[in-house]
């Protein structure tokens, strides 16, 4: 037996692949818990019987806001947008509707997913708070998620 208390080299390199493992399994373990709570947190909404909203306000000037123009790829991924800024669900109301340059031009149902994407993709800038306006054809939007 040794008894100058120095740990061999093999062990060392052991110690320090066991800590590298048990690091990398702890970061894994934890990701998966954030996916794991985010999805049962999703289902648990869509399951109490609400359904977010989607609506959509036109803007008669764009002011101090970002503008973000609208693709044909926005429409494709989010065809709840769609519907309401170009399809069946516009039914722009007159201006005045609680701003006179804003009016309310449609609503609808959307899943938890989507009303989650589309907040990720048009909601309020996390330093001003300020709503990014979307262009089309010259008019601006503004998209507002609500859940139940």
């Not at 309401?84 to 899943?111: H, L, T, Y």
Request: hydrophobic share 40%.
């Amino acid at each position: 037996m040794k008894e100058d208390g120095k740990p061999e080299p093999g062990n060392r390199l052991k110690t320090a692949g066991l800590v590298v493992a048990c690091s990398l399994i702890g970061i894994v373990a934890v990701a998966l818990g954030f996916m794991l709570a985010d999805a049962l947190i999703i289902y648990a909404m869509e399951s109490s019987g609400g359904q977010p909203m989607l609506y959509v306000m036109e803007r008669a000037e764009p002011g101090e806001s970002m503008i973000v123009p609208l693709t044909e790829r926005d429409f494709a991924d989010h065809p709840a947008l769609d519907a309401v800024i170009r399809g069946e669900e516009k039914n722009p109301s007159a201006w005045g509707w609680g701003m006179r340059d804003q009016r309310f031009i449609g609503g609808v149902g959307v899943s938890y997913a989507e009303s989650r994407a589309l907040q990720d993709a048009y909601g309020p800038d996390g330093e001003t708070g300020l709503y990014p306006l979307m262009e089309y054809e010259g008019a601006y939007y503004v998209v507002l998620t609500m859940w139940p």
